[in-house]
């Protein structure tokens, strides 16, 4: 809180700083996930399911999207945008609701294993359109 409340540039700086680190450690995971992927299945199942090590590889992906959002997350937190989180939130709702109907319906395990990721990112672009709209109207 200190660091946001010196300079903005400071809290920039330092929010791009921790992302980049953060992001890099969970594509090493990923990486590693991805790579491990036909191990780590059939340590859990005692077979080699190729739709499960490709949903695997998929949602490996995931933290890397999650690490980017906590950052957004907070920059708005310390904002005090807190309409545009609840926007976010809302519209989350409705995008998660569209994306689990049109999984459910065209019955395709990959679009389901893909949901937490493709749920994310929305989040992702919304929390960076945010940030952006509001360094826009206040700087």
Request: proline share 1%; aromatic share 12%; hydrophobic share 55%.
């Amino acid at each position: 809180m200190a660091l946001y409340k010196q300079s903005d540039a400071h809290w920039t700086g330092f929010r791009k700083k921790m992302k980049k680190i953060f992001g890099l450690v969970a594509l090493g995971g990923a990486l590693l996930i991805v790579a491990m992927a036909d191990l780590i299945v059939f340590i859990l199942t005692d077979t080699h399911d190729a739709d499960t090590i490709l949903i695997l590889r998929i949602m490996a992906f995931v933290p890397i999207i999650s690490a980017f959002n906590v950052f957004s997350m907070l920059n708005l937190l310390l904002k005090q945008a807190r309409r545009s989180i609840f926007n976010i939130g809302a519209v989350l709702i409705g995008v998660a609701t569209v994306i689990a109907y049109a999984s459910v319906y065209t019955q395709n395990i990959y679009f389901v294993g893909s949901f937490t990721i493709l749920v994310e990112g929305a989040a992702w672009i919304m929390y960076e359109y945010a940030i952006k709209k509001n360094k826009v109207q206040h700087g």
